[in-house]
């Protein structure tokens, strides 16, 4: 039994919303229906940084809604899901993160080797429990 | 499909001393610039200055390229979601004494954009933001904002003498077969990125 993940690397995430669009597209869902969407980290509106200039910040996280199929389709097609495949700062991969070796295993280990820490979607969230953020800092 | 993701920059190397696009120019330290950060506005009209003291920034909207995509609906809404029209800093407004969400005018000598107006800290102070790339029938009040601005590329702007000689040298150019580009950097005209876009802003009536 394999233990498919989706793997987030939260610095590489610029906030694009490729991953939301494409599977929207893709899999012709209703004008405002989205699989996953694309959280903004700030001060609460979309694209809306926290503090007061010119001490901004903000980021993204992309969050997997129960609605996400993890494209099973395509991945028994031995495809990549279409957010990772259409990721333009490959902030997503998708794998086998207990086989060793694998794409994503290795990531996994870079990504802890530069002290960035794993941190699971908030249960309010709603979010598919696949996902793990790699963020940095506390 | 090809497996791997086509990279455009595979084996690129840039003319830089580390060889990579160097967002921090270790070179330029000494010079207390190794970041690229705002610099004013290349404006030497003092009078204009007084007249018009805010810069108006028609930024790119990263859900957009320039007017690429405009027309559909998702990212309409997204664009929209994050501002729909100027954007000013809370301490800009504070001086003008605007509250977030009033109608105003953002105006100077060439038009007036009517919009509402919208707080936010992404804004430097002193700026007034709107996004670029919207069309003439997404401003139904007034003008477009493309409107407020001036290229200080044309010849008129940089003196008389290159708007009677301008036309005539870029046509022996072009026919010399010397690429557009290289003109611009010669020196003989100013870069294309520098624009006359002064305004002010009040409430509208």
């Known amino acids: ?138 | 499909m090809p497996a791997e993701p086509y990279d455009n920059y595979a084996g690129t190397t840039f003319n830089t001393k580390s060889g990579k696009i160097e967002f921090y120019a270790a070179g330029m330290v000494p010079l207390g610039a190794a970041f690229a950060d705002y610099q004013k506005t290349y404006i030497h009209d003092e009078e204009t200055l007084q007249k018009y003291p805010l810069h108006f920034y028609p930024g790119r909207h990263k859900y957009f390229m320039q007017s690429q995509f405009t027309n559909v609906p998702e990212l309409r809404k997204l664009a929209t979601a994050t501002q729909t029209g100027v954007a000013l800093n809370p301490v800009t407004a504070a001086e003008k004494g605007l509250e977030d969400g009033d109608l105003v005018e953002v105006f100077n000598d060439r038009g007036v954009v009517k919009v509402p107006c919208h707080f936010s800290n992404f804004i430097q102070p002193g700026m007034a933001h709107l996004w670029y790339a919207y069309g003439v029938q997404d401003y139904d009040l007034s003008g477009p904002a493309t409107i407020l601005g001036a290229n200080q590329n044309i010849d008129e702007a940089i003196d008389p003498v290159a708007a009677t000689w301008g036309p005539f040298w870029r046509g022996v150019k072009n026919a010399s077969g010397m690429p557009e580009a290289l003109g611009m950097s010669s020196g003989e005209i100013a870069n294309e990125t520098i624009w006359d876009v002064l305004c002010d802003i009040r409430r509208a009536e």
């Open chain 1, 1 to 138: 039994m394999t233990k498919r993940t989706i793997l987030i690397d939260a610095e590489r995430c610029t906030g694009c919303w490729t991953c939301a669009m494409v599977c929207h597209v893709a899999n012709h869902l209703e004008e405002d229906e989205y699989r996953l969407h694309v959280e903004t980290i700030g001060s609460g509106g979309l694209d809306e940084p926290a503090g007061e200039f010119p001490n901004l910040s903000m980021s993204w996280k992309p969050v997997y809604t129960k609605k996400c199929t993890l494209c099973a389709d395509r991945i028994a097609d031995g495809l990549e899901p279409y957010c990772v495949r259409n990721c333009p700062s490959e902030a997503l991969l998708h794998g086998d993160l207990v086989e060793e070796g694998s794409k994503i295993s290795k990531r996994y280990k870079e990504l802890q080797a530069k002290g960035r820490r794993e941190v699971k979607p908030f249960p309010w969230e709603d979010s598919r429990p696949e996902v793990i953020y790699m963020v940095k800092g506390e």
